[in-house]
Nanobody, 124 residues
Framework: QLQLVESGGGLVQPGGSLRLSCAAS????????IGWFRQAPGKEREGVSC????????YYAESVKGRFTISRDNAKSTVYLQMNSLKPEDTAVYYC?????????????????WGQGTQVTVSS
């Protein structure tokens, strides 16, 4: 059974950093596009960053470019999201999701398997 588990969320002050991890089990990660999405209260879920199965292609939302970095270690079946210079508007539940095949768009409707989410709160 395909399973994704996020970790690394928490409370951080503005300007701080967090690294989220998405660990996969029950399937071979290297055939899947992995995306990080977030949803703040009262807002729609948005694509934050996505990475192709090989890691050769990445996407970042404009709001996080230059601050967030996505990476993957297929041998460890884990995808990471390094988040630096965090802002209060980054506060949300962060989800990782998997999509089998080629990378096309970082939109939630293309991703069929989801983790349970991890809360990120940026506040002083």
């Amino acid at each position: 059974q395909l399973q994704l588990v996020e970790s690394g969320g928490g409370l951080v002050q503005p300007g701080g950093s967090l690294r989220l991890s998405c660990a996969a089990s029950g399937f071979t990660l290297d055939s899947y596009v992995i995306g990080w999405f977030r949803q703040a209260p009262g807002k729609e879920r948005e694509g934050v960053s996505c990475i192709s199965s090989s890691g050769g292609s990445t996407y970042y939302a404009e709001s996080v470019k230059g601050r967030f970095t996505i990476s993957r270690d297929n041998a460890k079946s884990t995808v990471y999201l390094q988040m630096n210079s965090l802002k209060p508007e980054d506060t949300a539940v962060y989800y990782c999701a998997a999509s089998w095949g080629l990378f096309s768009q970082c939109v939630s409707r293309l991703f069929g398997s989801w983790g349970q989410g991890t809360q990120v709160t940026v506040s002083s």
